[in-house]
């Protein structure tokens, strides 16, 4: 059994405090106001509402199925587009100590550049993330046990799975990235992610896609990705105001969109109350959002 505790942010001005709960084959993340519990014996996720006093359940098949469904129409909407993926880690060699636990420094890369098969038009999107690793972190190896498990039970598999069913560029980009995360021994104690990104166009003019905002209670879709980051503390850095006087380069300069740093603390291999992976007594059953968008 594994406990932890962090915050992460919903907003700048908004921490969220999360609890991250392992307990056999079943996985809960809990906030304030959700919680998101996966259970592999049962292969379910449920979503869980406290506001609203509701909740969800997806199976494992669904959620294939739901994904398989939207990189299809993705794949589709993209047929003008050409996009390429990089992935890259550095192990910088700097250490530090961190909650009283030893960590070194490890930086991940992810680049994914676009070309408009029309215009000619570029874009680049750029996420960086500078993790302190801790390998001997208390209740560990539980998680990352249970997301191997987790993994095989949804036919993660580099290069293949329905999440890139007609998208060879995603499923070459996904096998890079499971390629350069297995270099990655250790739980980010502290993490810092800042995405960035640049365009082209024919005029000369540099554009920056805007980030995407956060839905207000998490999908099931972004529990599954974030099983690997247990809490934080996060801020978005402010939009700068572009100064009017600065004619647009022919080389899109970089424009940072998102800056995230997460702070992992309070771990525990003490026993998990069971009554944390199942929806409180009284909770309504309601349909799922993400099935209810496949219709």
């Known amino acids: 059994m594994m406990k932890v505790v962090g915050v992460f942010a919903r907003s ?15 996985m809960a993340r809990i906030t ?3 919680a998101t519990v996966i259970d592999l014996d049962r292969e379910i996720i449920t979503e869980i509402n406290f506001n609203q006093k509701t909740y969800s359940v997806v199976t494992f098949a669904q959620m294939v199925e739901a994904m398989a469904a939207l990189s299809k129409k993705a794949a589709q909407q993209s047929g003008t587009t050409e996009v390429n993926f ?56 539980e998680v990352k046990a249970f997301n191997q498990r987790l993994a095989e039970k949804l036919a993660w598999t580099p290069g293949g799975g329905a999440f890139f069913q007609g998208r060879s560029d995603m499923a070459k980009a996904f096998a890079n ?63 700068e105001t572009p100064k009017q ?21 309070g771990f525990s291999i003490s026993p998990v109350d069971a009554a944390k992976f199942v929806a409180p007594a009284g909770f309504r059953q309601v349909e799922s959002e993400l099935l209810k968008s496949m219709k």
């Open 12 to 26: 700048a001005r908004e921490p969220i405090r999360t609890t991250i709960l392992v307990k056999g084959n079943q």
């Open 32 to 34: 304030a106001d959700s």
């Open 86 to 141: 990089k992935a890259a880690v550095q192990e910088t060699g700097q250490t530090r100590e961190i909650s009283g636990l030893p960590a070194r420094e490890v930086i991940l890369t992810l680049t994914m550049e676009g070309t408009d098969r029309r215009s000619g038009s570029t874009g680049t999107i750029k996420v960086t993330s500078d993790m302190w690793l801790a390998r001997d972190v208390p209740g560990y190896q």
């Open 177 to 239: 990235l499971q390629r350069e995360a297995a270099k990655l021994e250790g739980l980010p104690l502290l993490q810092t992610i800042t995405m960035s990104g640049s365009g082209e166009g024919q005029s000369g003019q540099a554009e920056a896609p805007a980030p995407q905002q956060e839905s207000a209670r998490p999908s099931i879709g972004g529990a599954l990705g974030r099983l690997g980051g247990l809490g934080g503390l996060g801020r978005r850095k402010k939009e």
């Open 245 to 265: 006087e600065t004619p647009p380069s022919a080389a899109a300069a970089q424009a940072n969109l998102l800056e995230i740093t997460t702070e992992m603390s």
